[in-house]
């Protein structure tokens, strides 16, 4: 599970453990991913659970924790791609990709093709599991307009609009890994969740970013009054992660939106398009250098 030191990802992976898991915690940080694993073994005695480094901001770290994983295990039943960042001022990653789109989406796609033969070799029953946001609906991904270029771009650049255009690009790979699924006939599983609105440190952080201002005042309180503990926000991922017969492409989130028991929720009708997943899908090989040429198009 990747993001799974603190927040969300945390409680995520303590349950998981707490249900006899093998968990592994993949997360940038060594002295945090160290005190993460510290934490959990004292919240569940006996738990079985280890970390690795993985910085998605890195394309060399990821090809090295996927050799890494598969030096050590021999399986994978369960990827959780939850790592995140939200909002953040116009940056890019060591590959040259904008901040958000590389490590929200690019870092999960590479992850998860080279780690697919573990998957397989846990199938069937395995799944992926990865986590979007209801923020998917302030921006779309116009592939064949040039969409995946302006991701890159400097010039112009809106931190929330390119945050919504990387959760959008979790649910089109989403769509398009259960669509090649389906397709193959292979038993994995590909699902994704939402938290709705959670107390978290990634909403906690981009309200930092604001500075003193009314909207970051707005988000305080919300957070704070509004938004149901980070206990709740992790139900929908493992929901989605353990419930039986959650079907190819779900997307589980909060019954009512932002807050509530884990169900369907709604998506925007272009995170659906066969079209733009296929594209987006194309880009994303030919940016990583991963292929998963083993799926059918």
């Avoid at 249900?19 to 945090?32: N, P």
């Avoid at 050799?67 to 940056?91: F, K």
């Avoid at 809106?158 to 945050?163: D, H, K, V």
């Amino acid at each position: 599970m990747t993001g799974s030191n603190s927040g969300i990802g945390h409680i995520t992976a303590r349950e998981l453990a707490r249900r006899g898991a093998s968990v592994v915690l993949a997360c940038r940080s060594a002295a945090r991913g160290r005190a993460a694993v510290v934490r959990l073994r004292a919240e569940v005695p006996g738990a079985e659970v280890e970390f690795m480094e993985l910085d998605l901001a890195d394309l060399a770290s990821v090809r090295e924790f996927a050799a890494a994983y598969a030096q050590r295990h021999t399986a994978l039943d369960l990827l959780i791609n939850n790592a995140g960042v939200m909002a953040l001022p116009y940056g890019r990653t060591a590959d040259g990709f904008e901040t958000q789109f590389g490590v929200n989406h690019l870092g999960h796609f590479a992850l998860t093709g080279l780690l697919l033969p573990r998957l397989r070799a846990a199938a069937p029953g395995a799944r992926i599991v990865t986590v979007s946001s209801g923020f998917h609906a302030l921006g779309r991904i116009d592939v064949e307009g040039g969409g995946i270029d302006a991701l890159g771009a400097e010039h112009g650049y809106r931190r929330w609009i390119a945050y919504g255009r990387s959760k959008t690009a979790n649910l089109l790979f989403t769509h398009e890994l259960a669509r090649r699924f389906t397709a193959a006939g292979s038993p994995i599983t590909a699902a994704a969740a939402h938290p709705g609105y959670a107390s978290s440190n990634l909403h906690s952080g981009a309200s930092k970013l604001e500075g003193p201002t009314f909207n970051s005042r707005v988000a305080a309180f919300g957070n704070t009054v509004l938004a149901q503990p980070t206990s709740s926000g992790a139900l929908p991922t493992l929901y989605a992660a353990t419930a039986p017969g959650v079907r190819q492409d779900a997307f589980i989130g909060p019954r009512f939106g932002w807050r509530g028991a884990p169900a369907a929720s709604w998506r925007a009708g272009w995170t659906l398009d066969d079209r733009c997943g296929e594209l987006l899908w194309a880009a994303s090989e030919k940016l990583t250098g991963v292929s998963y040429a083993a799926l059918p198009r």
